[in-house]
């Protein structure tokens, strides 16, 4: 995707600093990512995992792609990374709009809004994997300008307003349960051992992937 699409639709504070014609790639982690690469990289690297290892995962497999551009200027954001503002580099979801990999559903969807005052979060929905999947972070690559790049437009996979106003509701009240993930019949879900290890606390995590504190 080009960095103008992202920064055409969101107030100046957060625009990307570069120019609309940069490419750019946003980075997803399927429901396989689990057992398909955070698995073998604990197992490869368990001495060296000293904080969050999905972070470190993905950090990882991140400098390997672009380790596979030498001749590349490439600038990787992650998901979890802030300003000295303490605004995110860049916002996930709205990246994944953008870039047509997921839609973006926002309380401005919804015609008829019934939530009054409270706030209301907004929530991407992937095509394939429903709630199912997570943004990982942004590979930009300030050098290249893609000036004739088509915009795609993401799926609108939660189409009717009543499955809006129940995806929101769910995502923003009942969120634990995770159902909101099931908003539309999905291809894959997450693994029960997946399940098992981000519905436990961040702390004790790392005994679920066999790293006890002496293995840190």
Request: charged content about 30%; aromatic content about 14%; some cysteine.
């Amino acid at each position: 995707w080009k960095v103008g699409w992202y920064n055409a639709v969101l107030q100046p504070a957060f625009h990307l600093p570069y120019p609309d014609d940069t490419l750019a790639f946003v980075v997803l982690s399927t429901p396989s990512m689990f057992e398909k690469a955070l698995k073998p990289f604990v197992k490869k690297e368990r001495s060296k995992i000293i904080r969050d290892p999905v972070d470190q995962c993905v950090s990882y497999h991140l400098s390997c792609v672009k380790e596979k551009f030498p001749d590349q200027r490439v600038e990787v954001m992650f998901d979890y990374e802030i300003l000295p503002s303490r605004r995110p580099k860049f916002l996930a979801q709205t990246a994944a709009h953008v870039a047509g990999a997921a839609y973006y559903y926002q309380r401005k969807d919804v015609k008829l809004d019934p939530w009054g005052k409270k706030k209301i979060y907004g929530v991407c929905i992937h095509p394939k994997y429903g709630g199912w999947f997570a943004i990982r972070g942004l590979l930009l690559f300030p050098d290249i300008q893609v000036r004739f790049m088509e915009q795609p437009a993401p799926v609108d996979c939660v189409s009717t307003e009543e499955k809006r106003i129940e995806l929101l509701e769910q995502f923003n009240f009942h969120w634990q349960d995770g159902r909101y993930r099931d908003i539309i019949e999905v291809k894959e879900r997450y693994s029960e051992e997946q399940r098992a290890y981000f519905a436990t606390p961040p702390a004790e995590r790392f005994r679920l992937l066999g790293l006890t504190p002496e293995a840190r």
